[in-house]
């Protein structure tokens, strides 16, 4: 039988909504309710629907994550669009697995940790905002870049990459910190991607054009122990 586990405490509502949200949602319902008692019909509706899309892009639901050992699990909900080793990449010394991940409008755009470690750098950038899923994204788009050394002594690093639209990245981590598998530690506001590197053994379990879901879905597996 699978084990699964929960790497933060369930939330209380039934409807959850990350706290970068609630600044956008008050606005947009005090805006709105100015409208409505304006008496400006259509213009209220248009609020409406408004709020509607803010609540549902910042959902942040409960995720189980999956207990078997070794796993590194996504750190986005989303589409993996490329698969690939790579070398001497600023996020990772010597050869790479590099696993992307875009996030539509319309995914959950909550930010996961991968595998159990503790974060050894956190490197923002500055950059500019090319549609996410365009190679050149990686490295050019503003990005923020956490580098975690697994608890079995390998180095992983999880990018998080600004988009077309994306204007805001958040990462409520620090260097030093202790993570666990599947822990909620920041999100991409409005459409974006993260970049996921990996030793170049890792079994990977996924492919390009695969559907993941932050926390739950597996990306490979790493079974070498610490020396």
């Known amino acids: ?3 699964f586990t929960r790497s933060d405490l369930p939330n209380q509502t039934a409807f959850p909504i ?3 949200g609630y600044a956008l949602i008050i606005g947009a319902a005090f805006a709105t309710t100015v409208l409505a008692l304006l008496g400006l019909t259509t213009l209220t509706l ?3 629907v408004v709020i509607f899309c803010i609540c549902g892009f910042f959902r942040d639901p409960d995720r189980i994550i999956p207990d078997e ?8 909900d989303g589409k993996v669009i490329l698969t690939d080793l790579t070398d001497d990449t600023p996020f990772f010394s010597g050869q790479a ?5 875009f996030m539509s409008v319309f995914n959950v755009h909550v930010n996961r940790i991968p595998y159990d470690g503790r974060i050894k750098e956190i490197d923002y950038h500055p950059g500019k905002f ?11 788009n503003e ?8 608890d079995n002594g390998k180095p992983l690093c999880v990018v998080q990459v600004a988009g077309l639209i994306a204007r805001r990245i958040i990462c409520r981590i620090q260097p030093g910190d202790h993570v666990i598998r599947g822990q909620r530690f920041g999100l991409i506001c409005f459409g974006s991607r ?10 990977l379990r996924v492919a390009p054009g695969d559907k993941v879901k932050a926390g739950t879905s597996i990306l490979g597996h790493c079974e070498s122990p610490r020396p």
């Open 97 to 101: 697995l590099k696993i992307s991940i």
């Open 46 to 48: 248009v609020g409406l």
């Open 130 to 140: 090319f549609s996410a899923n365009l190679d050149k994204a990686s490295l050019e």
């Open 194 to 203: 993260l970049d996921v590197y990996l030793p170049p053994d890792i079994k």
């Open 18 to 20: 990350a706290n970068a």
């Open 1 to 3: 039988m699978d084990k």
């Open 69 to 76: 050992k070794g796993i590194i699990v996504s750190p986005a």
């Open 143 to 150: 990005h923020n870049a956490v580098f975690i050394e697994m």
